[in-house]
């Protein structure tokens, strides 16, 4: 069975600075995606970046990229120029192609310190 | 298209007591699932459908437990005889059909406690 591990609780960051969140995954599959969502308090799962397992190429979206390192099975974020806004709990997740589900991790709350 | 809605947004109900959640997928999404989600924790699966077919339900959906999504469009899941335990966030998501590695798209949540 898949399993996604995020082993950092918490983590903060002054406003401006750059962050990088933590993620392992394990797998046997070949075809498979990776994402990040992040959820703020009481509000919904929102998509920010995702990747597909056959690319090298790392993905990036504005001030969010990631370094996916497949053979170690590693998919950290990294968050570039923080702001306030981005305060929220950020859940790494597997999707199976072959399975059709999305597998979570335990999520990293981020702190935005100003 | 709004998205995916789910109703209500809270729910506080008395142990021992039936309750029933609601969930409207993105028109054209096949694909409906549904998480349970406790406090600091990440989404569980509990279930999902490609159009009316209920195709896994996992472990953690007890007897207590039952989904439906009638005509392939909207979703209910049923929570019978509720306990304290089953006091969490459930969250419904839909996606394209499987395959195409599509992000899913999740809606609100609906809030469940049970006192």
């Known amino acids: 069975a898949q399993t996604v591990t995020q082993s950092q609780p918490e983590m903060s960051v002054q406003e401006a600075e750059t962050v990088t969140l933590s993620c392992t995954y394990d797998t046997s599959e070949s075809d498979y995606y990776l994402f990040w969502y992040k959820q703020p308090p009481s509000r919904q799962m929102i998509l920010v970046i995702r990747?597909?397992?056959?690319?090298?190429q790392n993905a990036t979206e504005n001030r969010f990229s990631v370094n996916f390192q497949k053979a170690a099975k590693s998919f950290s974020l990294k968050i570039s120029d923080s702001q306030l806004g981005d305060a929220a709990m950020y859940f790494c997740a597997y999707y199976s192609s072959n399975t059709g589900k999305l597998i979570f991790g335990q999520g990293t709350t981020l702190q935005v310190k100003p | 298209d709004t998205g995916v809605s789910q109703d209500p947004r809270h729910k506080i109900t008395k142990r021992g007591q039936n309750v029933t959640f609601r969930c409207d997928p993105i028109?054209?999404?096949?694909?409906l699932y549904w998480y349970r989600q406790t406090l600091g924790q990440g989404p569980e699966f509990l279930t999902y459908f490609q159009n009316e077919a209920q195709l896994e339900k996992s472990r953690l959906l007890s007897d207590r437990f039952s989904a439906e999504r009638p005509k392939g469009s909207f979703s209910t899941l049923e929570i019978q005889r509720t306990e304290q335990g089953d006091s969490a966030m459930y969250l419904c998501a839909s996606s394209p059909t499987r395959g195409q590695g599509a992000a899913y798209t999740f809606g609100s949540g609906t809030r469940l406690t049970v006192v």
């Open positions: 990747q597909e397992a056959y690319k090298q």
């Open positions: 028109s054209e999404h096949n694909r």
